[in-house]
Structure formats: C-alpha cells, structure tokens
C-alpha cells in the first residue's frame, strides 16, 4: 500500500486519522516517519532502505532444475524407444517395438546389396520405410522398392523417411516433440522414434560454451555471454567453475553450483551466471560536469566478491556486483565532482575539508563507505576501488598549452634567478680576488718601502762612518802643518780639479780659498779645516749632503750658511 505523504505533521497519537485513512494506515505512517529518520542516506537510499527494511522483488527459494546427464528419456511406447546398448540386434528389436519394417539378409549368392556389421540398410518400399540388417540384399526385382545406402549405426542423428535414430554421447544433449508437441530433452542415450515424435534439434555439446543456449525458431542459440542469457522454450545451461547459476521460476530465485542443466518446464528462466569469486573490472569511462561547468572524464577501477549472488538479483536487477555498483559509481561521481570548481579539481588542497593532495584519493575517501555499504547490503564486498581523472581532448589541450606556458614562465625565472645567483658569485668572487690582490699589492708596497727605508738607513749609517773615519784621517794628516800650508794643500788640489776662481771667506785669522760657482766643498776638507782652524770655522761654508740622502740641516747649521756668504775675487 502506498503512502500519502500529504498528511499533515501536526496530527497527534490521539487525534482521530483524517478522512479517509483507517487506523492502521495512520499507524503505518507514523511508523514510516519515525523510521525515516534512521534511513541510510546517499547511494543506498537510492536502492533500498538497509539491509531488512526493504523485501526483495523475488523469493529466494529452492528450484528443481534437472542436470543434463540425469534427464529421463519419454517411457517407451509405440512411437518412442530407448535402445538398451550399441549392437545390432539391439536397433532392430527397437525398430520393430515401433512397428518398422526389418528385412533379414537372403541367400542370392553374392548378388545385391551388402549390409556391414554396425550398420543398416535403408529400404523405401512403396514410401515405406524399411532397415536392412546385416547381410546380402537383393531388390532388383521387386517393383516400386528402392535401395537408399546404408549408414553406421554410430551417427548422432539418422532420418529416414518419418523414422529418427538418435544416439547422444556424453556432455551431449538434444530436444524432441512428444505426441502433446511438450518439449522433452534427450541427455545421453540411444534413442529410436517416429512421427509424431520430432527432433527438433541436432545433437549439440552442452559443455562448449558458458551460459545459455536455448530453443527459438527451431535452432538452438547462444547467449551473448556467460551474464547475458537467452531464453526460449528450451535452454540448455552450462555454468562454469567460480560462478553459480540463478533461476527464476515465477517469483522465486534460485541458484546451481557448476554444471550442465537443461530447463524445458513452463515458466522456469535461466536469470544468468553470477561470478562469486574475487575478480576486478575497469569500468567505462564516466563523464561528469564540474561547477564551472567543465566536462571531465573519469576512469574507474573496482575489485569486489560477491558472497549471495541471490539477494542482489533480488533487490537489483544485476546479477553483477559491479554492474550494480557502476551505476551508483556514476551518480556518486556527478555528485562530488559537481560540487567542486575547476581549480579546486585541478587543486585539491584548496577542497574544503580535505587535507590530501591527491584528487584521486579524495574521490576514493568520499565514495569509499556508501558504496562499501551498497555492497554489503547486497550479499557482497567492495574490496577496492580506484579513480583517474581526465578531461576530453580540447580541454586536454587546452590545459596542456596553459601548462606548458606555465611551465616556460616558471623555467625563465628559475633561469634568470639562476644566473643572478651565478652573476652575483661571480661579481663576489671577484670583488673578493680584487681586494686580495690590492691587500697583496699594497703589502709590498708598504715591505718594499721598509726595505727602501732600511737600507737607507745602513747607507746614511755607512757613508757617516766613513765620512767620520775620512776626517779622522784627513785631521792627522793636515795635523802639525801651519794654516800656510794647509792653504796650500787645498789649492793645489783644487787646481788639480780644475778650478779656476775662487771666492774669499776671511776672518780676522784665516782666509780660506773654495772655488767660484762651487757650490759647497768637500764635506772632508771643511772638517778638517775645522778641526784645526775653530776660529774660522763661523766662515766656511757647508756643504751640501750627497744626493739621496734625507737629511735636513739644522736652524743654527742655516744661520751660519747664511752668514758665511763668500765673496768671489780674482785669484
């Protein structure tokens, strides 16, 4: 009974029901409300309401579904017999149970046809169909009868006129018409009927193919699959290892273990072949629509087990758990990616309430418990399930090229900071070596100055020690002449020099002769003219020191020079 939802929230337990709603219909709303609210929400409300609030479309019950290899053949009768083994004998007492004709072998001398042991002679005679059995046969001379071969006992299937011997081995099967045209399967056996009994098919093996092949316009067809059954008057069913069988006769379900099984009664079904073993499947890519909207592509992976194949035909109209599971995949899909804007797809640490960086694992965490619970719900497992995501071609491309320029952008500043970087050492590299080079270079400037200075300074050193002992010596040897003769000495050294003017330094006591343009005598001789002469030693004039020597005169040294200026005369 359906529910009608407009009945208004405020009615009480006490109230009377509204007009038209018994009591217990109320009751079953007011129960209906209060279980709402514990109702699974998401994918599996979309299907059911739990695991024992929603009753499956079908039974699920126990089916007499016959085995190939345990049919029983019609009784034996007047147009139908079973033939008890392979020999000879054995086909000609059946043929002669159904009222057929058997004509023995004659003595004609060898004329006529010979029939082999294993096989029979076919006689028409006078449209009657007659069986040679082993031996000579002469026709010739018998009017309106006509020999027609003979055939090997062995074949599946031998027609002659309205008479069929049909032999079917084992995994073998076959359907024929009874008298009341019901469809009766023949399992392995040898069997001999006539009209009105018909065979309806040729001998087929019942093991070649998985799933069903059934009876329509008098052939037998394949399934397109092992899942994809094919329904007809009469079926034969295989149903392979690892999966199990599901019938349907009426509104009861049922299934079969591994093995071949015909079906033939009215109203019985062959539902398919429900894989219950592990097993994993690359689902058809999805198509979803972001917010923006963007079309994207998605492709999916799902690894499940079905353990009660029967409940999920019951609640579903799959008898895969994946194909059930795909078309909440999809729905699920549309929901989440809907909700999300292209850049949080490309982005996911920008999802609100997401923590991950991968688009894949978010989608895997977000479908994972509902589809988990779908699957439960249905007599299965969802082992694993897994997601790429992509976009169609032009968007591809598109994002493709805005990734590329992206990544041209993010090179050239990687490069320019680079060789920033690289220009950066290198100008510290050699601001560095130049400052080394100028500490280098001023270092021995500032050592060879040192050195400049210290020999210097042994060269003023030596030139004054020599200077000293010089006078020293000149001193002795001027000692104990008179001032006469040291005047002498110094001209005639001088002469020899070359000089030819003098200029007159006199005192009081002495007048002392040096050279015109002279600009100061031999440093040796003033000392010693001194030394031996102190009263006119106010006169002489200094002379300077040799070149390159740093030395300054003193104040009293200057005021002497410059009161000791000579005048020149004629010498």
């Known amino acids: ?245 599901l019938f349907r006769d009426g509104n009861t379900i049922g299934e079969k273990p591994p093995g071949e099984y015909v079906i033939y009664k009215q109203g019985m079904e062959f539902l398919g072949n429900a894989n219950v073993q592990e097993y994993g499947k690359n689902l058809d890519t999805i198509r979803v629509y972001t917010k923006d909207p963007t079309p994207v592509m998605v492709d999916v992976y799902v690894r499940v087990e079905l353990y009660q194949p029967r409940i999920l035909r019951g609640k579903t109209q799959y008898i895969s758990l994946i194909d059930a599971l795909e078309e909440l995949v999809a729905l699920k899909l549309k929901d989440t990616i809907g909700a999300l804007t292209r850049n949080e797809l490309q982005n996911p640490n920008e999802i609100p309430d997401y923590k991950g960086s991968s688009l894949a694992e978010y989608l895997k965490a977000v479908s994972t418990a509902e589809l988990s619970e779908f699957a439960k719900s249905v007599g299965g497992s969802l082992l694993s399930i897994g997601f790429r995501v992509h976009y169609e071609d032009s968007y591809q491309n598109a994002m493709n090229n805005q990734a590329v320029q992206t990544l041209k952008v993010d090179t050239r500043l990687k490069n320019a900071n680079a060789v920033a970087r690289e220009e950066k050492i290198i100008a510290e590299g050699k601001k560095d070596s130049h400052l080394v080079l100028e500490q280098g270079r001023i270092t021995a400037e ?62 009081k006591t002495t007048v002392t002769f040096v050279p015109e343009g002279f600009s100061g005598m031999n440093s040796i001789d003033l000392a010693a003219l001194r030394r031996i002469s102190p009263a006119s030693q106010q006169n002489i004039p200094e002379s300077k020191p040799p070149s390159g020597l740093f030395q300054s005169p003193s104040q009293q040294e200057s005021k002497s020079r410059a009161r000791a200026a000579p005048r020149s005369f004629a010498g």
């Open 1 to 245: 009974m359906s529910l009608d939802n407009k009945i208004p929230s405020t009615t009480s337990a006490t109230a009377p029901p509204p007009y038209g709603v018994t009591a217990n219909e109320a009751k079953e709303k007011k129960s209906f409300k209060k279980r709402e609210s514990s109702m699974p929400t998401g994918l599996v409300a979309a299907f059911s309401l739990g695991d024992d609030k929603k009753k499956p479309h079908l039974e699920i019950g126990e089916l007499k579904i016959e085995r190939v290899d345990e049919v029983k053949p019609p009784a034996n009768s007047a147009n139908f017999q079973t033939v008890e083994d392979d020999s000879d004998d054995s086909y000609l007492a059946a043929f002669e149970a159904i009222g057929v004709s058997i004509r023995r072998a004659s003595g004609c001398l060898g004329i006529g046809h010979r029939v082999l042991p294993g096989h029979i002679g076919l006689i028409s005679r006078r449209g009657v169909p007659e069986f040679a059995s082993i031996g000579q046969h002469y026709t010739y001379n018998e009017f309106r009868t006509l020999w027609q071969g003979t055939r090997p006992l062995s074949d599946k299937i031998i027609k002659h006129k309205n008479v069929t011997i049909c032999n079917v081995g084992s995994n073998q099967g076959a359907f024929i018409q009874d008298i009341k045209h019901n469809i009766i399967p023949l399992g392995p056996g040898r069997y001999v009927f006539k009209q009105p009994y018909k065979l309806l098919t040729s001998v087929v093996s019942t093991i070649d193919r998985d799933g069903a092949m059934a009876l329509q316009g008098g052939r037998l067809l394949y399934g397109a699959s092992s899942t994809a059954p094919v329904n007809g008057r009469a079926v034969f069913v295989k149903v392979p290892a690892g999966y199990v069988g």
């Open 446 to 507: 500032v050592e060879r100055v040192e050195k400049m200075a210290v020999a210097k300074a042994k060269a003023i050193r030596a030139i004054a020690e020599a200077e000293a002992a010089a006078i020293r010596t000149v001193a002795n040897a001027y000692k104990g002449l008179d001032q006469q003769s040291i005047q002498a000495t110094v001209l005639e050294r001088l002469a020899a020099q070359g000089v030819q003017k003098v200029k007159e330094i006199s005192d």
